[in-house]
């Protein structure tokens, strides 16, 4: 019986040790067969119909130049530095006026004339003055003829003896009278017009000619500054003072922008750094400008701070009252990844893109977002600059990948 036993004790061991490999072999197999199904899980198949349907496009990594940047929003304000006042010179009437609210006017601009009864007495002293001096002119110059006559007719007398020494002595005495007497007279018709004309300037006005028979009534109300009519309290016929604010104008080449800043990003908000400002009004256009103020306490119903950047706008597109994204960069900027924003996807806490296999296939790549701008996300990836990465088509490709996680799940 022992022989026996022996045998099949033999035989179920070498079953056991049999069972043991092969269980071992499948179990070595089956590891990258896992990671196979995983990666397959990561994969969007396409055909080239779908791919021309929805109009995907590829682009390739870049290596730029970006910091890492803040987000928030922002409204663009008057520089209060560049807001005018315009009044009149005087009190009168207005008899023309030349602007319309929201017009665009420019520096030396004439707005309006208004009736000035100062500046009919101004030109008409001037020209009865003008008048009576050239009168006297005239008279000086005939009594100067008269004594350079007497003195030469003297001169000659006194030269042949016939007349006493004290005549040509008085003739010619009365020949520098006369001479500075018109010149006086020339001299004081210069200071007439000039006197004149600094009056007449200081309302506004130039000197006309003094032969004409037309007399300035009015003063003009002239653009200081240029920019924007914001404000406009006149018409024709209207009675103004002094005192009263005709027109406002505002200055728009450089505005404020105010930042919203909210108080966990604060500590990050230094003077100097620079902004980048968009509008949905002005879609495509990127305005530049520099943070000069953080306020030092927070709004009152918000509970959040404002920073203040000044952004040049020479092409006066933005206006008052604007709204739109602000990227503000908190970091320097140093050489990082970029690919456009809707290349990136979310979905849960991941980020990620699609890689572009060849032969409608297209391969889930986690990302890391280090920072932005207004058109990239930079980002750290097992990527290379030759990869080629779905862009335009990217949401799409995300719908496909979640709708077969879905069917895989079920």
């Not at 009152?300 to 020479?314: E, G, K, Y």
């Not at 699609?354 to 058109?375: A, C, M, N, S």
Request: proline share 4%.
């Amino acid at each position: 019986m022992r022989p026996y036993l022996t045998f099949w004790i033999s035989i179920c061991i070498l079953i056991c040790l049999v069972s043991f490999s092969g269980c071992h072999r499948a179990a070595i197999h089956s590891q990258p067969m896992r990671a196979k199904q995983d990666e397959a899980k990561d994969q969007v198949q396409l055909s080239q119909g779908a791919i021309q349907h929805i109009g995907l496009t590829l682009v390739h990594p870049q290596m730029t130049m970006g910091g890492d940047q803040l987000n928030t929003t922002g409204e663009i304000k008057a520089n209060e530095n560049n807001l005018f006042h315009i009044n009149s010179f005087s009190s009168g009437r207005v008899l023309e006026d030349h602007v319309y609210l929201g017009q665009i006017i420019h520096q030396g601009e004439v707005l309006a004339q208004v009736q000035n009864i100062e500046v009919s007495k101004i030109n008409a002293d001037y020209i009865h003055q003008l008048h009576q001096n050239e009168v006297d002119i005239r008279l000086a110059k005939t009594r100067l003829d008269l004594a350079q006559k007497n003195y030469d007719r003297e001169k000659k007398l006194f030269a042949l003896g016939i007349s006493p020494q004290k005549d040509y002595i008085n003739a010619a005495g009365d020949l520098k009278l006369q001479t500075a007497q018109l010149q006086g007279l020339q001299e004081h018709n210069t200071h007439l017009t000039a006197e004149a004309k600094a009056l007449m300037s200081a309302y506004g006005n130039r000197l006309g000619n003094p032969r004409s028979e037309h007399l300035a009534i009015a003063s003009p109300i002239i653009a200081p500054h240029g920019g924007l009519v914001t404000k406009k309290t006149i018409t024709v016929g209207d009675m103004v003072s002094p005192a009263q604010v005709l027109y406002e104008i505002m200055d728009l080449s450089k505005v404020w922008l105010n930042i919203i800043i909210y108080p966990s990003d604060l500590d990050k908000i230094k003077l100097g750094q620079k902004v980048l400002f968009t509008s949905d009004s002005l879609p495509g256009t990127i305005f530049h400008g520099q943070i000069d103020y953080i306020q030092p306490m927070s709004q009152d119903m918000s509970q959040t701070f404002l920073a203040r950047a000044f952004i040049h706008n020479p092409g006066l597109e933005l206006k008052p009252g604007m709204f739109g994204q602000v990227s503000i960069q908190i970091k320097p900027p140093q050489q990082v990844m970029a690919l456009p924003r809707d290349a990136v996807q979310q979905y849960d806490q991941s980020r990620y893109v699609f890689k572009d296999l060849g032969h409608g296939r297209f391969q889930k790549i986690p990302v890391l977002i280090t920072g932005q701008d207004t058109e990239h996300y930079f980002i750290q990836a097992s990527l290379v600059p030759s990869d080629s990465i779905v862009s335009k088509g990217s949401f799409t490709l995300k719908a496909e990948l979640l709708k077969d996680q879905l069917r895989d799940e079920d």
